[in-house]
Every structure is written in structure tokens, then in C-alpha cells.
């Protein structure tokens, strides 16, 4: 069985086109990889994709990007709503087929000494790759974003103790199947929006493995989800919870998005909570059958 690796850059950039398409065609241009789910959000000023195949194949095309993002992202310049602190904020390997977690940390710490050497970038290490307990969650690493860090960079674990001029500094790490999931109310209110995000997240007391935040986004309050663990939290549970902690503030949804990929088992789960259709399996699905 051939080993198979998904790889998920998040880049600092959600505004020019020729940008995102610049980076995007740089990663396209290892040829074994299968390279899709360009998204991008203007507001967010923020861009990712999927790349999945080989590892080291998966290596050179994110690489590849990474390489292209430094030479033309300007951190000095650059402004969002989405938390970040490098050019390339953060690079996720993630097991999908014939490969374990083990090996996918192997695979992230390559990455990481090639970007330190070549591209001297401080890095830093999350996740299942996480050499040090503070740094396993990526929030907590992110805390100061690049404006903090140009000021007082902390210890990375790879590279120089220096900050990049212009890419700033870079997360890489691997970790499970992550769904990001933003959901989208009917009011500019950013307030309600900061609020529920505060009930449903984890950390506050909220949803198993959710981490999630309030923004302003094309006019729209958005809670901004990462469901890092979808046992756990489904994204039809978070869903859920929104709506409730909505409704008791007289609010209501005006829709949701799924950002990037998600595992076949995550919409086995959700047709199963939601529908109470506790004997469905993703062999149920015809499309599955047709390409097994």
C-alpha cells in the first residue's frame, strides 16, 4: 500500500489574486501530488489548500510554496482578522492512508530543519510535533502575532532567534483530520459573534476539541471554527450549539461554510447524530462502492 500524506499550508494572503495564484501554481508544480481546495477570504486575508500524495513528494510541493510565499508576502504589511505570524502561518501533515502520526512528525520536523536552513525562518513545532507542552496548541503559540513577535520573538525550534524580516515566522507540525467551520449570523454584530464563540469553545468550558473566535467577515458577524478532533465535536454539533446560544440572544443563523476538506467519516457521523440513523456507514454510499 502506498504511503499517503494530506498536506494543509495556511498563508497570509486573501486579497491579490496574482499573489494567491502564484503560490498556489508553485505547489502544483511537483507533478505527483494532487493539489486542491484553493480558498480564500479577503477579510481573513487568508489562503489554504490541500495537497495530498507521497510524503516527500508532499514535502517538495509544499515546500515549493513556502519558498514562493517568502519571496512575496511582506508581513510589514499585511492585515486581517485571522491570527497569524508568518507569510506561511501554519503547515499541517496529516496520516491518511498506509502511514502513521509518528511518521508524519518525522515528516514535519524534515520540513522544518529545510525551511530553518534554507529559508531562515524561525519555526516552531505543534501538535503531535509539539517538542514542549506550550507549544502543542497552535493558539498558544500564535499569542502576539507577528506584530508581537517582531517585538519579542520566543524560542523556536528550529532556526534563527531572529524574526524574517518579511515572512515572519512559521507553525509546522502534524496532527488529525482538523474541519474548519464558520458559521455566519444575520447581524454585523461582532460582539454576539465574540460572545458565543466564548460559550462553545473548549477552553471557556465549552464543546470538546472546538476552538473557535469571532470575527467580522463580508459584513456578517462569523463564528470561526477549527474542530480539531471531530470524534469528539462534530461540525453538525458545533452547528448546533451556535444556533442555540444564537437564538437565546434573538439572532439567527444566515448560513455556514465548510473550509477545505473533510473526512468521509465526519458526514457518516453527522447523517447519524442528526438523523438518528444509527445503522448508516459510509458503505451505504454509492459513490464509495463505485471507486473501492
Do not use: W
Not at 110 to 138: G, H, T
Not at 140 to 147: A, H, K, L, T, Y
Not at 176 to 194: C, E, G, H, S
Amino acid at each position: 500500500m502506498n504511503k499517503v500524506v494530506e498536506c494543509v499550508p495556511n498563508f497570509s494572503e486573501g486579497k491579490n489574486k496574482l499573489i494567491i495564484n502564484q503560490i498556489y501554481k508553485s505547489a502544483k508544480s511537483v507533478k505527483s501530488v494532487k493539489v486542491f481546495e484553493l480558498e480564500y477570504n479577503k477579510d481573513h486575508n487568508r489562503m489554504l489548500f490541500t495537497i495530498v500524495g507521497e510524503p516527500e513528494a508532499v514535502l517538495s510541493s509544499v515546500f515549493s510554496a513556502i519558498k514562493k510565499a517568502t519571496e512575496l508576502i511582506d508581513m510589514n504589511k499585511h492585515l486581517g482578522e485571522h491570527p497569524r505570524i508568518g507569510a506561511t502561518d501554519v503547515v499541517p501533515f496529516v496520516p491518511v492512508s498506509g502511514i502513521i502520526m509518528e511518521e508524519c512528525v518525522a515528516l514535519s520536523n524534515k520540513l522544518a530543519k529545510k525551511v530553518a536552513e534554507e529559508l531562515k525562518i524561525p519555526v516552531f513545532m505543534y501538535e503531535a510535533s509539539a517538542k514542549r507542552q506550550d507549544y502543542r496548541n497552535l493558539a498558544d503559540i500564535r499569542v502576539g502575532q507577528f506584530e508581537g513577535f517582531k517585538e519579542k520573538l520566543k524560542t523556536p525550534d528550529y532556526g534563527p532567534n531572529k524574526i524574517h524580516p518579511t515572512a515572519g515566522a512559521i507553525v509546522i507540525g502534524a496532527r488529525k483530520y482538523l474541519i474548519a467551520f464558520n458559521v455566519n449570523l444575520d447581524t454585523k454584530d461582532i460582539n454576539i459573534a465574540k460572545e458565543i464563540a466564548k460559550k462553545i469553545r473548549e477552553k471557556d468550558g465549552g464543546l470538546k476539541a472546538v476552538r473557535a473566535l469571532g470575527f467580522e467577515v463580508d459584513g456578517m458577524a462569523q463564528i470561526s471554527m477549527n474542530l480539531v478532533d471531530f470524534e469528539k465535536t462534530n461540525f453538525d454539533v458545533a452547528y448546533n450549539a451556535v444556533k442555540m446560544e444564537a437564538e437565546k440572544l434573538g439572532v439567527k443563523i444566515k448560513n455556514s461554510e465548510i473550509y477545505g476538506m473533510i473526512p468521509l467519516e465526519s458526514l457518516v457521523q453527522a447523517i447519524k447524530t442528526t438523523f438518528k440513523a444509527d445503522n448508516f456507514t459510509e458503505d451505504q454510499i454509492l459513490e464509495k462502492k463505485l471507486y473501492e
